[in-house]
């Protein structure tokens, strides 16, 4: 769907450019220098310009009604799929908040017991340095506050009563200008920390993130062994995420950018 619509950019930007060439042969012919075999050319241009604008019409029609078609679907798999589940909804520091908000919309709607909602904060210019340890487990103060974190969201704190099943972490996003030097490595590294503390624990994670991140995140839920999906800006996407949440094995990347294995998990 995303490469039709770069397709339909791409030849508007080609008529446009006809367009003006139509434009400065007007303005030639004003002046009595155009032939009639250039005014020809300028009339098949604009016969073949009206003919394009036409069918990018109608692609933006068949769009429309495939993407009504996609949302009824999306609509479809979630509802009641994940009744009575009890999910924990993380937000990573950087990630967009509307993504995050339409994935609860949707869990919720899937019938999931939402029993936390947490946004992380983002690093602070001295947590990305190794507390002083000679331990060879050393962490960064950022390691063991998403660690901690992690802790209770599983309920070892006392702050959360019931020990989620799931754990849905919604990341990606463009790191400030002005962040601490090293802020990427440093987060990587924590929220890495994190999400082995949930595995140990014997909760499931599933990772999401927007088509259009910004900075993605696919390779380190990769390498933490955890499903992932790449649209959930889109309603594909969030059903993606609910579908893997419902199914008894969800394993690999799906959605449409490259780095995914599959457009959508297998259905149970």
């Not at 509802?79 to 908040?97: E, H, I, K, N, R």
């Not at 969201?153 to 990606?172: K, N």
């Amino acid at each position: 769907m995303p490469d039709l619509r770069y397709h339909l950019i791409s030849l508007i930007s080609v008529f446009l450019a006809l367009a003006i060439g139509i434009l400065l042969g007007v303005a030639m012919a004003d002046r009595g220098v155009v032939s009639d075999r250039m005014e020809a050319e300028i009339t098949s241009i604009q016969r073949q310009f009206a003919r394009q604008q036409e069918e990018i019409g109608k692609q933006d029609e068949q769009i429309a009604e495939q993407q009504g078609v996609l949302d009824g679907m999306s609509e479809a798999i979630i509802a009641d799929s994940l009744q009575g589940m009890d999910v924990a909804l993380v937000t990573g520091p950087y990630a967009d908040g509307g993504v995050a908000g339409d994935v609860q919309s949707d869990l919720g709607e899937a019938g999931a017991n939402i029993v936390i909602v947490r946004a992380l904060e983002p690093p602070g210019p001295t947590e990305i340095t190794l507390l002083e340890a000679t331990s060879p487990q050393a962490m960064t103060s950022l390691e063991k506050r998403y660690s901690d974190f992690a802790r209770e969201i599983l309920g070892f704190t006392g702050e959360v009563e019931e020990m989620p099943e799931l754990v849905v972490f919604v990341g990606g996003g463009e790191i400030p200008a002005e962040a601490p030097p090293g802020t990427g490595d440093a987060l990587r590294e924590a929220q890495a920390e994190m999400i082995e503390v949930w595995l140990a624990g014997g909760v499931r994670v599933i990772a999401a993130e927007p088509l259009r991140a910004g900075r993605t995140e696919i390779a380190l839920f990769k390498n933490s062994g955890i499903p992932s999906i790449s649209n959930a800006d889109e309603p594909a996407g969030r059903a993606a995420i609910v579908e893997c949440a419902a199914a008894e094995v969800c394993e690999g990347a799906y959605g449409t950018k490259e780095s995914a294995t599959d457009a959508f998990p297998s259905p149970g």
